[in-house]
């Protein structure tokens, strides 16, 4: 039997380790990561989930303040949430619908906007808002009922494939054997590199400076974003009880000057942004978390299953994707990586075992092209707001209120931002 070994930074387990077999194993702890596992228990697939800060239940979320992991949660992602029962188990006072989303273009002219109405598209909410360990909490908590997923807090640091599928060893010098892995280790993910999985990766040169507050108006269940004069992009997106998060995509240095700012200095930014349109909408905002910062990049994996030669590794997650948060899909792009390899698995034909070859080129074949089409319409999004010529600047402003005019177009729009996976 041929075998091809992948080392991640080596380890090399004790000569007695014994080794498990599992059926599959999930590497990573993210909301992702933690998806993914309890879908596949649920299938009735013996399932091993490994990631270093397993043994670390988050907490539920409680109090007035609101995490600073914020994210849009896309009717795709509820409709999975359902599917692996976790939708009515988070607390919905946590949630807040978004009904409308309205995109305001540089020049500060009336015209140069874009509005999504969920009205208009026929839908009860484009999308909700919450907090990642609100989900991450409610994951955590269903893992310890499902008897087919074990957590396990530790670091993988060797994989090898063979033909039969995929052996780990651990740190803790044990060695488990899976039919297949799931790879859902971050943007760095080891996991991809040590199997020969190149990615192409660009800086965005900026950073994303997020912070909550509270608000004098009510924010009407509306979404907010300016593109600003430079590049600059902030977002204000509506959460519970008259507060909004917000999302500033700037530049490291005015990053780092944003985080130093007092609440009276904030004042006054935020009076300035878009002309006075952010406290306008909103009224007085007052700081309600503690800012932070972290750097913008776009990642793609070339592939998205792997080895090359005898795959038995699928990616999802920030290991197959990373992109702007302007158009805040990133989680739910990497939530449809799950649904869509749950589907596939769920009907696999009797005969196939779960990591056999066509299922999954079935799976990187279907997660191609949605992956492909958001990363290349959020970079060109960015780029275009980011150039500085009069041209540049009239084209899109122009753009924005031509799709704002158009029905289809907006119709088009808010079904990709949805996405649609079904589930039998």
Not at 18 to 43: M, P
Not at 51 to 76: C, E, H, K, M
Not at 304 to 322: Q, R, S, T, Y
Not at 323 to 340: F, I
Request: aromatic share 6%.
């Amino acid at each position: 039997m041929s075998k091809a070994s992948h080392n991640l930074p080596l380890h090399t387990p004790g000569s007695n380790a014994k080794i498990r077999t599992v059926d599959v194993v999930v590497i990573g702890g993210g909301i992702a990561g933690k998806a993914c596992a309890l879908g596949l228990a649920q299938l009735g697939l013996q399932t091993l989930e490994i990631a270093p800060d397993l043994g670390n239940l988050v907490p539920a979320p409680t109090g007035p303040q609101w995490g600073q992991r914020i994210y849009a949660f896309s009717p795709s992602t509820q409709k999975l949430l359902a599917h692996l029962q976790i939708w009515d188990a988070l607390d919905h006072s946590r949630l807040q619908a978004v009904r409308d989303m309205r995109i305001f273009g540089d020049r500060g002219e009336q015209a140069d906007q874009l509005h999504l109405s969920a009205f208009e598209a026929g839908t009860p909410q484009l999308a909700w808002i919450g907090e990642s360990n609100l989900i991450e909490h409610t994951l955590d908590q269903a893992a310890r009922f499902q008897n087919k997923l074990e957590q396990i807090a530790d670091t993988v640091e060797k994989i090898e494939t063979d033909a039969d599928g995929v052996t780990l060893q651990l740190k803790n010098h044990s060695s488990i054997k899976a039919l297949l892995v799931v790879a859902a280790d971050g943007a760095n993910s080891p996991t991809r590199a040590s199997i020969g999985i190149t990615a192409s990766e660009e800086s965005y040169s900026q950073s994303a400076v997020v912070a909550n507050w509270n608000c004098t108006k009510a924010h009407l269940e509306t979404a907010y974003q300016w593109f600003l004069p430079g590049g600059d992009i902030v977002a204000m997106l509506p959460l519970p009880n008259k507060q909004v998060s917000m999302v500033w995509s700037t530049c490291p240095e005015n990053a780092s000057d944003l985080l130093g700012l007092t609440q009276a200095d904030w004042d006054k930014k935020l009076g300035l942004i878009a002309d006075g349109a952010v406290t306008k909408q909103l009224g007085t905002l007052t700081l309600n978390s503690t800012p932070a910062a972290f750097p913008l990049r776009k990642i793609r994996a070339a592939r998205f299953i792997g080895p090359e030669h005898n795959p038995k590794i699928a990616l999802i997650g920030d290991a197959a994707h990373v992109m702007h948060p302007l158009a805040g899909q990133g989680l739910n792009l990497g939530l449809r990586d799950v649904s869509t390899l749950l589907n596939i698995l769920s009907k696999r034909e009797s005969f196939r075992s779960p990591n056999d070859l066509v299922l999954l080129r079935r799976y990187e074949r279907q997660r191609q092209g949605d992956t492909s089409a958001l990363l290349w319409v959020t970079d060109r999004l960015k780029k275009l707001f980011s150039d500085s010529s009069n041209t540049e600047r009239h084209l899109r402003n122009f753009g924005l209120g031509f799709v704002n005019r158009s029905h289809f177009i907006k119709r088009r729009l808010i079904e990709r931002a949805l996405g649609d996976i079904d589930f039998e």
